[in-house]
């Protein structure tokens, strides 16, 4: 009884797979879809205008990393691309800063400082 909890029962792999091996969908995907392949190598942009960099930070961004914003200087719209921020599982953070108090905001500038 291999791969399966069930008497009698045999599991031969996944229901997709054995329509793979049957030829059932003879398209294949490309190994890497275009513009989609979360490329970038940046774990964090800091933002100050997402809604004229959103994306640019996206086009940097590698897979799980996160976006933070705590302005919107210029005030254009943020247009958010569901797709592109989905397939690179990406977190987009809002802060309101001026709660943090001033031994925090300090110790952010620290940490970022060269």
């Not at 970038?40 to 997402?50: F, I, L, S």
């Not at 599982?89 to 001026?98: D, G, I, K, M, T």
């Amino acid at each position: 009884m291999s791969g399966s909890s069930c008497p009698g029962r045999r599991v031969r792999g996944s229901p997709t797979d054995w329509q793979a091996r049957s030829g059932a969908h003879p398209e294949r995907f490309p190994e890497v879809v275009p513009h989609l392949d979360g490329a970038g190598v940046v774990d964090a942009v800091a933002e100050v205008a997402p809604g004229a960099n959103l994306a640019l930070g996206l086009a940097v961004l590698r897979p799980r990393g996160t976006i933070s914003t705590y302005a919107n200087l210029g005030g254009a719209p943020v247009e958010l691309d569901v797709a592109r921020t989905t397939v690179l599982n990406a977190r987009l953070q809002f802060l309101v800063l001026y709660t943090a108090g001033p031994r925090v905001r300090a110790a952010a500038v620290e940490d970022v400082a060269p």
